[in-house]
């Protein structure tokens, strides 16, 4: 989804992070293309996350456009979009919103060379996935290694007390429109007000 006037422009990642089934890395891409003559972008997010490595592309996307850009967690950034968020000059949180980080996963199938060659590559993901976080944050690497090993969910005030953002807004309470049955700290937040 993108919105342009003459002086900002506007997109949408309102879904899964992933190429096949949701918002991949040659959406957004083709997305700023069309607006590059902005002065400002502007970028919505409310996703579970998904794939890392679309997740990597969109940052970079986002980091090669020329003028200012601004993440604006409208509802949920978790796993992946959170990294797709810090990739912007100023990242912006609704209160009411939630940022959550954790350790990469993924699925293996095979012998234990197999096994163990994916968990070294896992590794190695949240190796630069940490190294997002500590640029943002200014926090030490074992701090957010802990945070991400406990699967960490953060209300608007505690990301911007942790420096995962730079302010909140106020637009009234967000409703999370997604399954997070795959998550294991999910906290329990009160419906919004209609």
Request: no cysteine.
């Amino acid at each position: 989804n993108l919105v342009q006037n003459a002086a900002e422009a506007t997109i949408y990642v309102y879904d899964v992070i992933d190429a096949d089934w949701g918002v991949g890395a040659k959406d957004v891409i083709a997305a700023i293309a069309e607006v590059k003559d902005a002065k400002v972008l502007n970028i919505h997010i409310n996703s579970p996350g998904g794939d890392v490595f679309e997740g990597r592309a969109i940052m970079e996307a986002i980091k090669r456009f020329d003028g200012k850009t601004v993440a604006h967690i409208d509802s949920l950034a978790a796993s992946a979009a959170t990294s797709i968020a810090l990739a912007a000059d100023e990242v912006v949180m609704s209160d009411g919103a939630l940022f959550m980080i954790h350790n990469a996963s993924g699925l293996v199938w095979g012998d234990k060379n197999a096994m163990r060659d994916t968990a070294n590559l896992l590794e190695k993901v949240e190796g630069s996935i940490v190294n997002d976080y500590t640029s943002k944050t200014g926090k030490d690497a074992a701090d957010i290694v802990d945070m991400m090993n406990a699967e960490t969910w953060m209300t608007a005030q505690e990301a911007l007390d942790n420096g995962f953002i730079d302010r909140i807004v106020t637009t009234g309470k967000p409703k999370n429109a997604w399954n997070l049955a795959s998550f294991s700290n999910v906290p329990s937040m009160p419906e919004p007000e209609p």
